[in-house]
């Protein structure tokens, strides 16, 4: 089976830094995706990670580390448009399907 | 370019009745995806075309869910009969093909189905 884990909600506060984590065990990898997701729209792509390692993205990174089945998203100088869900999805292997996590909400406070 | 185009928005209907869903993908992407994310979840894959041809359906209802994807370009998603279960929002997503390292899916807006 697949199983990805990430926090149900988080609060922040305007101009600070929060990390989202997300784990995962599954049958196959092919990479990472984190999609942010407002409430009523739809998904949008925000990172990609296939390799261990941190990948910078303006105020967003992505780490990934495979050997633990462990991935972090990092939103530097939150801002209050940044409220909104972080979806954590594995891509499987053979026709890449995603397998989405159940999404972070994350509140940005003023 | 524009984007993946979804319709209706929103559908309001009574259980065991019928409904469709039409979805038109990024220009010149082969792979659609259809999901259903119930509020307060990820979204879940229902089907995964690869063209005009079925690579994953392995979550679809297919007492009641049927999909197509005639001439490898539009899709539709049927539900019928419905029941009140059903009722979540309905994203299409399309990507370039599959085999790429970083397939990115681009989503639709979404059909809100509420089933009453």
């Known amino acids: 089976g697949q199983n990805i884990d990430q926090p149900t909600e988080m609060t922040a506060t305007e101009g600070a830094i929060v990390q989202i984590n997300c784990t995962y065990q599954?049958?196959?990898?092919?990479?990472l995706f984190w999609y942010q997701q407002h409430a009523g729209e739809a998904p949008t792509f925000l990172s990609y990670?296939?390799?261990?390692g941190l990948e910078e993205k303006g105020r967003f990174s992505s780490f990934l580390s495979r050997s633990k089945g462990y991935s972090y998203l990092l939103l530097k100088e939150l801002q209050m448009k940044d409220s909104a869900s972080y979806l954590c999805?594995?891509?499987?292997?053979?026709?890449?399907?995603?397998?989405f996590g159940t999404g972070t909400r994350l509140l940005v406070s003023p | 370019e524009a984007g993946v185009a979804q319709s209706p928005r929103y559908k309001i209907i009574e259980k065991r009745q019928s409904v469709a869903f039409w979805c038109n993908p990024i220009?010149?992407?082969?792979?659609l995806y259809w999901y259903q994310q119930i509020l307060g979840q990820g979204p879940k894959l229902l089907i995964q075309?690869?063209?005009?041809?079925?690579?994953?359906d392995s979550q679809l209802p297919k007492d009641r869910f049927s999909a197509e994807r005639l001439k490898g370009v539009d899709s539709t998603l049927k539900i019928q009969p419905a029941k009140l279960e059903d009722s979540a929002v309905y994203l299409c997503?399309?990507?370039?093909?599959?085999?790429?390292?970083?397939?990115?899916?681009?989503f639709g807006a979404g059909t809100r189905l509420s089933v009453l």
């Open positions: 999805a594995v891509s499987l292997t053979g026709f890449q399907k995603l397998v």
């Open positions: 220009s010149g992407h082969a792979t």
């Open positions: 599954t049958s196959g990898f092919n990479g």
């Open positions: 075309f690869q063209n005009n041809g079925v690579v994953d």
């Open positions: 990670n296939v390799l261990d």
């Open positions: 997503a399309s990507s370039a093909r599959t085999g790429l390292a970083k397939n990115i899916q681009y």
